[in-house]
Nanobody, 114 residues
Framework: VQLQASGGGLAQPGGSLRLSCVVSGSIFSINVMGWYRQAPGKQRESVVFVTSGGSTKYADSVKGRFTISRDNAKNMVYLQMNSLRREDAAVYYC?????????WGQGTQVTVSS
């Protein structure tokens, strides 16, 4: 199982970015997809995840600003990030749980700076 994330880059405070992630490989079903992030000197933290049934859980810090969406047919997950803040800057990692096994993508850098 491989995860490929894209869409990171530079945004100004208050700006927007959209991350995408595709899951490929031997997949029967993906139970959970989501995003984590890790800023320099900090632990990796959960940003948001979505279940196969569409239930979502957002970190308090991103509620109302970030939106996760999932395309089950394409095995893709997206993260729309609006009203970006400097503290959102981090490497964002796509995550998927296939059966009982979790998988990570390679990470995509998000920089928020004026």
């Amino acid at each position: 199982v491989q995860l490929q994330a894209s869409g990171g880059g530079l945004a100004q405070p208050g700006g927007s970015l959209r991350l995408s992630c595709v899951v490929s490989g031997s997949i029967f079903s993906i139970n959970v997809m989501g995003w984590y992030r890790q800023a320099p000197g900090k632990q990796r933290e959960s940003v948001v995840f979505v279940t196969s049934g569409g239930s979502t859980k957002y970190a308090d810090s991103v509620k109302g600003r970030f939106t996760i969406s999932r395309d089950n047919a394409k095995n893709m997950v997206y993260l729309q990030m609006n009203s970006l803040r400097r503290e959102d800057a981090a490497v964002y990692y796509c995550y998927a749980r296939v059966g009982a096994q979790g998988y990570w993508g390679q990470g995509t850098q998000v920089t928020v700076s004026s």
